[in-house]
């Protein structure tokens, strides 16, 4: 669905926020085109060797699921509960206090209380009720329990893939409860009986097959990359190259595809790849690793390691002695959260040192993988690049922290710190809507597609409101972040709700600011922009 | 439905009791068997349920970060609210558990004409914190009916939650927060209609039980001025295992003990049971120093990869074509 068939944005915003008459057990599910995501093709779950492949689509009568499907679902209810606390305690100790409703970018810009944290668990919880509890199974309705059937299941698969795991309800939760965890679990449920959405498992079996969600066979990638190494030589006079597959270089970097496949992402990775050569710093890519990104994340457990796994096995192969992440959201909850305790010990690495600044990285000592912001900062800090901020003079920046970044890790400062000497305009968005208490982009953890635009307009909301509030205080017209999901997913949210603000990367911005060695007079930015030519203008 | 039913209910076990303590003279199972009772079902429920939740492990370290990560050495990191040693991760739970610190962040989200306005409410935080603290209070200041001498820290709760003369005899303060902030919870479930879309039977229940824990509890003591010495022999009595049932103690105190004895029998089935899990939940107890320190799966398995050698079988001539170097030629 593009933006032009969405209604107006004026339209969109009048949110009715009245619940429905009938009760929560009593609404059924309604698949309304532009607000959910097609079914997963069934070639993409023959490739990973996933459950129930077949033709089908959310909105059909007939979901052809396996005859014990209900079974297979109550199983691995079971096994989840046992295997994770989380998901156990969670399922117990919800008192349904509220503070969660309005937390959650779905319900703010839909109004449907389907998607307040709370009652999205509850579509779980009342299944778990019924089945695991006493009081449930005696009481019934009463107490919020309910039978698992065919319209239980299409409303967990309708509200399961409108949840981004971003973990803001989380933040305000009095126990903690992350909604994230309870969609994690949702989702590998569906995926038992082959329920899942074609945007992320076509990510999932090209990342299985050729190391990156976009399917780039090597010799893609080694062109694409050259063709940024064209580009900055056009802009800069300087000719780069790039490694591939380079055994004993001393880092390893990985980043998400979409970093080298689409714009604006385009212009990060290009930043990324002049930063590494006016460092001279000895690293590699690799197609085989080809992806920070993980949308195993949402997937299961499972099919997150599965993928995960060829980041470590690269740098063994390679013989590096650490790695170095780009800007990705979801990709860093992976690495920070689950990497070392699903594919570690990574004891074949040493600390991450910085070649050029000597400082060790001791918060990444066990895991032996760094972020960008975190090496990048650091060299700003030892003033070991030269910037010339003004070149960044047509841009009034803003930031927006990426939620797993911000909740499932606290990079918040590293960013901004780059982000101020980079550029010389720079403003936060007002305090509840950034760093931990940030909005979703409203399209990660796989519903960033077309077909579900509405809900990523509607999702995206809270965002897109913090920026137009700054665009129309400061004049803001850039936002930044670091994220790939966001570079794909902010642009239209923009182009929706604030056309005139674009979206980037911060190493785009640093990029365009660095002053590299030997470089010609820059007359454009990466973008091919002009640089904007006056001079003396004061700080916002 | 719920709010019906848990009315209902409620008002049962208050006849219940008038009947059984009453008119049917059973003051030894309402005075003795059934707190016994329950104290039982309390503490075999209650480590049943927080054995199970134990037997769970945690897979992985995954708290949620409320602020600025430890990293390079000159970026102050937030010790609190995004631990990464013991230390922090403990005054991150007692700021949670006293405080309710995550509660405290509650904003309210407006819309105004198509624009999203975020405001601060703190009225929830407020109220669960005025709910909670002075039960505790009560439940402390019900302690010098169960101890003779009493303890210093009983007679300081009494003398302090007393201070102002409300009312002979004296009207504690926590009495009147108490039946105020539990009124409250119930009112907002009532009118705010997101609220009671999703309330359920066990959210009212509670409620409802613990207003009438309060209102007996007011009502024996203000109005129907039950002898307290009586009642403290009865305490004493449990307490000791030697129960007695003196004469003489009025209904109302019955009634009250009942529906205690009920909250405490229902606790451990019932999301009360937050008390407990609250300490469990990994997104709060555990700190963020994942790349520091490896966290253990007990059940991490082997998975099926796609390793590099079958990568480069598929591969192979399309990377010589672009000088990409292969393991094997």
Redesign the interface.
């Known amino acids: 669905m593009s933006l032009d068939k969405l209604p107006k ?2 339209e969109l ?3 009715d ?3 429905p008459k009938t ?2 057990m009593d609404t059924p599910v309604d698949f309304r085109p532009g607000t959910y995501s097609f079914a997963a093709k069934p070639k993409a779950l023959e490739i990973v ?1 996933m459950p129930n492949p077949r033709e089908w689509q959310p909105h059909d009568e007939d979901w052809k699921l396996p005859p014990d499907w209900k079974e297979i679902v109550i199983e691995g209810m079971r096994d989840r ?9 969670f399922m ?8 969660c ?3 959650c970018h779905f319900f ?1 810009g839909s109004g449907d ?1 389907k998607n ?1 944290p ?2 999205r668990a ?1 579509l779980l919880r009342s299944v778990y009720r019924q089945e695991f509890t ?2 449930g199974k005696l ?1 019934g ?4 329990s309910r039978e698992l059937n065919i319209d239980v299941l299409k409303e967990w698969f309708y509200y399961f893939y409108q949840c981004t795991e971003c ?1 803001r309800c ?9 909604t994230a ?1 309870i969609t994690m679990m949702g989702r590998e449920l569906l995926n038992l009986v082959g329920c899942n959405i074609d945007w992320i498992m076509s990510p999932v079996s090209n990342c ?4 990156n969600h976009l399917g780039i ?3 893609g990638m ?2 694409m990359l050259e063709f940024f190494a064209d580009d900055i030589e056009d802009i800069t006079g300087i000719r780069i190259e790039v490694p ?4 004993g270089a001393e880092i390893l970097f990985v980043t998400p595809s979409g970093d080298y496949f689409a714009d604006p992402g385009t212009y990060t990775c290009m930043g990324y790849l002049m930063l590494f050569h006016e460092l001279g710093l000895d690293y590699t890519w690799s ?2 690793a080809s992806e920070g990104g993980n949308f195993g994340l949402f997937t299961s ?2 099919m997150m ?2 993928l995960n ?2 980041i470590y ?2 740098a063994k ?1 390679l013989g590096v002695k650490w790695i170095l992440g780009g800007e990705c959201g979801h990709m860093w909850r992976v ?4 990497m ?3 594919n ?2 990574a004891d074949f690495l040493e600390e991450p040192v910085s070649p050029i600044t000597g ?1 060790k ?7 032996k ?1 760094v972020h960008i912001t ?1 090496f990048t ?2 060299l700003i ?1 030892h003033g070991k690049i030269k910037l010339d901020p003004s070149r960044n003079d047509n841009l009034v920046v803003t930031f927006h922290d990426s939620c797993n970044p ?9 960013p901004r ?1 780059i982000l101020r000497h980079v550029c010389n305009h720079f403003v936060d968005m ?1 305090e ?2 950034i ?3 940030t909005f979703c982009c409203g399209g990660g953890a796989g519903l960033g597609n077309d077909e579900n635009m509405e809900m990523r307009m509607r999702g995206g ?2 965002r897109a ?2 920026v137009r509030y700054v665009h129309e205080k400061y004049g803001v017209n850039r936002l930044a972040c670091i994220c790939a999901i966001d570079r794909a997913t902010l642009p239209p949210l923009m182009e929706y709700w604030v056309p005139e603000v674009t979206v980037s990367g911060v190493h785009e911005l640093v990029a365009n600011a660095l002053v590299m060695t030997g470089e010609k007079e820059r007359t454009t930015n990466l973008r091919g922009e002009p640089l904007k030519q006056t001079e003396g203008e004061e700080d916002v | 439905m719920g709010i019906g039913f848990s009315l209902t209910a409620v008002i049962l076990l208050v006849l219940i009791a008038m009947v059984g303590a009453g008119a049917a003279r059973l003051e030894v199972l309402f005075g003795v068997v059934f707190p016994y009772l329950a104290l039982v079902v309390f503490v075999v429920g209650f480590i049943y349920r927080v054995v199970m939740w134990a037997r769970s492990p945690v897979p992985f370290r995954i708290p949620t970060t409320c602020g600025q990560q430890k990293s390079l050495p000159w970026i102050k990191p937030s010790k609190v609210e995004n631990p990464y040693t013991a230390w922090g991760v403990i005054v991150r739970m007692a700021l949670e558990v006293l405080l309710f610190r995550s509660l405290f962040r509650n904003t309210r989200a407006e819309m105004h004409n198509g624009r999203l306005a975020i405001g601060s409410a703190k009225w929830l935080w407020m109220a669960g914190l005025a709910f909670h603290i002075s039960f505790f209070t009560i439940v402390l200041r019900h302690l010098r009916l169960f101890t003779e001498p009493i303890p210093f820290f009983v007679q300081w709760a009494n003398r302090l939650d007393g201070l102002f003369d409300l009312a002979v005899p004296t009207l504690y303060m926590t009495d009147l927060l108490f039946l105020v902030s539990v009124g409250y919870l119930f009112l907002r479930r009532v009118f705010i209609p997101q609220l009671r879309y999703i309330s359920l039977a066990q959210d009212y229940f509670p409620l409802f039980l613990l207003l009438g824990i309060g209102i007996s509890g007011v009502l024996t003591r203000q109005l129907f001025k039950v002898d307290l010495e009586a009642v403290k022999e009865l305490a004493l009595g449990l307490t000791q295992f030697h129960p007695t049932v003196p004469k003489g103690i009025g209904l109302s105190f019955y009634v009250h003990l009942f529906l205690v004895s009920a909250l405490v029998a229902y606790f451990p089935f019932s999301k009360l049971m937050h008390l407990a899990g609250v300490f469990l939940s990994p997104t709060r107890n555990l700190a963020n120093n994942n790349r520091m320190k490896r966290h253990i799966n007990p059940w991490n398995y082997p998975v099926k990869v796609h390793t590099y050698e079958e990568y480069e079988e598929e591969f192979r001539d399309k990377m010589k074509a672009v000088g990409l170097p292969v393991e094997k030629e």
């Open positions: 944005p004026q915003s009048q949110v926020y009245k619940p009760g929560w060797g509960l046992e295997k994770f606390r989380s998901f156990k305690l117990d100790i919800c008192v349904r206090c509220g503070a409703a309005d937390k703010i209380p307040m709370v009652l509850e006493r009081f009481l309705k009463l107490t919020g973990r989380s933040v305000y939760c009095p126990y903690g409860i992350d965890e299985y097959r050729t190391g066979q090597p010799h080694v062109e591939f597959n380079r055994k197609t085989y457990h499972e390691k599965r796994a060829k096995a690269e192969r690495i920070h959260q689950y070392d305790t699903m570690g010990p400082t990285f001791e918060n990444a000592k066990s895991t993988m975190e900062a650091d800090r911000s909740r499932a890790m606290g990079l918040l400062e590293e710190y007002p509840n809507t760093r931990e208490q909301f809270p409101n913090a």
